[in-house]
């Protein structure tokens, strides 16, 4: 597979968008960040865990 300077610029220009957006996120968050990221975490696992059970509801 060929890449070329436009793929090579689009990569660059995502990271530095991710490495930008991680910085701004650990910033203002300061030491609460963890809290954050675990919450978030724990909401996407309830979030999950009720489609799942719906699923098997229906299936049943």
């Given amino acids: 597979m ?7 610029l689009s990569l660059l ?4 968008i991710c490495s930008g957006s991680a910085w ?5 968050s300061g030491k ?3 809290a954050v990221l675990m919450i978030v975490a724990l909401l996407g696992l ?8 719906k699923l098997l509801r229906r299936a049943s």
Avoid at 2 to 8: G, R, S, V
Avoid at 46 to 53: C, E, K, M, Q, T
Wanted: charged share 20%; no cysteine.
């Fill in 2 to 8: 060929k890449t070329t300077a436009k793929d090579n």
């Fill in 13 to 16: 220009l995502w990271a530095l």
């Fill in 24 to 28: 701004a996120f650990w910033h203002f």
């Fill in 32 to 34: 609460y960040g963890f």
């Fill in 46 to 53: 309830v979030a999950d865990n009720y489609r799942l059970r």
